[in-house]
T-cell receptor, first 113, second 113 residues
Framework: GQQLNQSPQSMFIQEGEDVSMNCTSS?????WLWYKQDPGEGPVLLIA?????ELTSNGRLTAQFGITRKDSFLNISASIPSDVGIYFC?????????????FGTGTKLQVIP | NAGVTQTPKFQVLKTGQSMTLQCAQD?????MYWYRQDPGMGLRLIYY???????DKGEVPNGYNVSRLNKREFSLRLESAAPSQTSVYFC????????????FGSGTRLTVV
């Protein structure tokens, strides 16, 4: 099946630093999604991207849909302690009536105050 | 603002025991999903229900059965639990199969010994 590779797997950063993470696929997607999972909770949608090359922001978060449709990037500016969690990318591809969503393996972010 | 409610939150089973994980949503969503989350594997789809009365297999359906009891409820059953089914299970829902806006529950942590 499709594989989504996220990097880095984990990162420690100082509060106030910017963060970058990315996701690459062996196949193309129609939509890229970025989720955040807090400890003990389910993932929550942060940003959705629909077109190759699209750049979308949500507060301090910015994500881009790669031109090749096989990758996506998430940047977090001026990190704060509540940014701690696991960030998942997900790609969606039409598959008949159900649009299959494939999730990446996650990037675990730790913020040092 | 309950959203998606999963029960139980934690469960320990002995190999061969059976159990049912319950999921209910109060957002009048048509589609519901069961995922499992394992370290380094991301979220993998077990089964989904595009609408009330229908269920379909996802990526990893073996060893599981589901029931879409009504529009609100979607249960996941393990008939004979195996250690390989030790995982965190998430239920999610969306307005329809093509809607990216999945709402996740807070998960059930299952250990099979």
């Amino acid at each position: 099946g499709q594989q989504l590779n996220q990097s880095p797997q984990s990162m420690f950063i100082q509060e106030g630093e910017d963060v970058s993470m990315n996701c690459t696929s062996s196949s193309i997607f129609n939509t890229w999604l970025w989720y955040k999972q807090d400890p003990g909770e389910g993932p929550v949608l942060l940003i959705a991207l629909y077109k190759a090359g699209e750049l979308t922001s949500n507060g301090r978060l910015t994500a881009q849909f790669g031109i090749t449709r096989k990758d996506s990037f998430l940047n977090i500016s001026a990190s704060i302690p509540s940014d701690v969690g696991i960030y998942f990318c997900a790609g969606r591809l039409n598959s008949g009536g159900y649009q299959k969503v494939t999730f990446g393996t996650g990037t675990k972010l730790q913020v040092i105050p | 603002n309950a959203g998606v409610t999963q029960t139980p939150k934690f469960q320990v089973l002995k190999t061969g025991q059976s159990m049912t994980l319950q999921c209910a949503q109060d957002m009048n969503h048509n589609s519901m999903y069961w995922y499992r989350q394992d370290p380094g594997m991301g979220l993998r789809l077990i089964y989904y229900s595009a609408s009330e009365g229908t269920t379909d297999k996802g990526e990893v359906p073996n060893g599981y059965n589901v029931s879409r009891l009504n529009k609100r409820e979607f249960s996941l059953r393990l008939e004979s639990a195996a250690p390989s089914q030790t995982s965190v299970y998430f239920c999610a829902s969306s307005e329809n199969p093509s809607n990216y806006g999945y709402t996740f529950g807070s998960g059930t942590r299952l250990t099979v010994v």
